[in-house]
């Protein structure tokens, strides 16, 4: 199987997300010295059990991209990069490898998966949700208490089809679960009474 970035890359629907990546992938494989081509073969062959390799050998060699992620990461903090910024720019590399089955798994505390609120983030409250609410349509409520209830990203909130609703003749709440695109996991999610009788109207 030929491991291709541009295949990769031509996978990510997102523009915004596609650059994201593309920049990420390029700023790694420069500090690391290796073509993404190398690097998918180097993690390939890292993944490969060799003839002789006794068990710890062989998984201190498949993590080894775990420890230079993390390295990379810190280079990019050590060099100006802001929190978020650096954990971005690790991404495209790791859903590189998640995309050709040869997942990641970032240690638990690492800092590589820390992110900071900052000034351009706005809190959405409850009180935000209830204002929008007393001045929205049937389809616009509709909208805010699915949302709410769910609380997908967009980009998985607005691929949900009529017909993937569960039966809404249950006695609330209502299990819906959803599979997210970008993570493919299974995000559980329930209807509200409020929400069950804002669908049957409308």
């Known amino acids: 199987m030929e ?25 790694f494989c420069e ?5 993404p081509r190398e690097v998918l073969e180097m993690r390939k062959g890292d993944l490969t059990q060799r003839e002789g390799e006794d068990l ?9 991209f775990e420890k230079e992620i993390e390295r ?8 100006g990069y802001k929190t978020n910024t ?15 089955q040869m997942p990641i798994r970032i ?30 349509d049937l389809r616009e409520r509709v909208i805010l208490s699915l949302a709410t209830d769910l609380g997908l990203r967009i980009s998985d909130f607005i691929k949900i089809k009529k ?8 006695e609330p709440p209502i299990m819906f679960d959803v599979m997210t695109g970008k993570e493919e996991v299974v995000a559980h999610g329930f209807l509200s009474n409020e929400t069950v009788e804002l669908l049957r109207l409308y």
């Open 72 to 79: 990379f990461h810190s280079h990019l903090l050590e060099h």
């Open 107 to 136: 240690r638990a505390g690492s800092k590589v998966s820390k992110t900071v609120k900052t000034s351009r983030s706005f809190p959405l409250r409850i009180e935000h949700v209830r204002k929008m609410f007393e001045v929205a």
């Open 86 to 100: 650096a954990r971005n720019m690790t991404l495209g590399i790791r859903q590189l490898f998640r995309f050709y």
């Open 56 to 64: 710890i050998e062989y998984r201190n060699r498949a993590a080894r």
């Open 31 to 35: 500090w690391f010295g290796k073509s």
């Open 3 to 27: 491991l291709s970035v541009k295949e990769y890359l031509d996978s990510v629907a997102n523009p915004n997300t596609k650059k994201s990546y593309r920049i990420g992938i390029k700023k």
């Open 163 to 170: 017909g993937e609703l569960p039966p809404l003749d249950q």
